[in-house]
């Protein structure tokens, strides 16, 4: 597997707008998208800092992914991203290593970015991305 960099942490938040303004009145960042990503249950904010992302994730929904994370855990990073080439290809050889995959093939995700996660039980507690642009 080929990682080139840390696409993005994902950090799971109870309110977007609020957190939104301490990263960008506090941290100095610029808020440069907002999406909703409605098969993940999850409101987006993105930021760029150098060539990583910190992306925000407020839930939509208490039954989704972050709305149980916030619910066990509490706010904090959620999970963390890396940019491969090939995501495909990555699952099949992190699968025949013995890794549990959460999505057996690639998907769409924020920011139409291919992605695929691997399961946290298998990667030392670390819920943990794929992902490349889609090659067009
Ligand atoms: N990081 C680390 N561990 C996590 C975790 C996370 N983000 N989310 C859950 N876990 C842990 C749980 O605490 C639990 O541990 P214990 O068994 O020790 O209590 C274990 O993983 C399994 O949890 P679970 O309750 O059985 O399973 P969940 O229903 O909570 O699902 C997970 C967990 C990771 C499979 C699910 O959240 C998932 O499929 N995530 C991938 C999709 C996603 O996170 N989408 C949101 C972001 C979308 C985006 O970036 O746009």
Redesign the pocket.
């Known amino acids: 597997m080929n990682i080139s960099h840390i696409e993005h942490i ?1 950090i799971a938040v109870k309110n977007l707008d609020e957190t939104v303004k301490y990263y960008e009145n506090v941290l100095g960042l610029k808020c440069y998208a907002v999406e909703e ?1 409605k098969d ?1 249950k ?1 409101k ?1 904010a993105f930021f760029m800092v150098g060539q990583t992302k910190i ?1 925000l ?1 407020e839930s939509t929904d208490p039954e ?3 709305g ?2 916030i619910e ?2 509490g706010e904090g990073v ?2 963390m991203a890396f940019a491969v080439d090939g995501v495909a290809s990555s699952l099949a050889e992190v699968e025949s290593k013995g890794v549990q995959l ?1 999505d057996k093939a690639p998907r769409k ?2 920011e139409g970015l291919n992605i695929a ?1 691997l ?3 298998s990667t030392f ?3 943990t ?1 794929l992902c490349e642009k889609p090659k067009d």
């Open positions: 994902g990503v993940q999850v987006t992306e994730l989704g992914p972050v149980k994370f066990k855990k959620h999970h959460i995700g924020a996660f399961h946290p039980k507690g670390v819920l991305e």
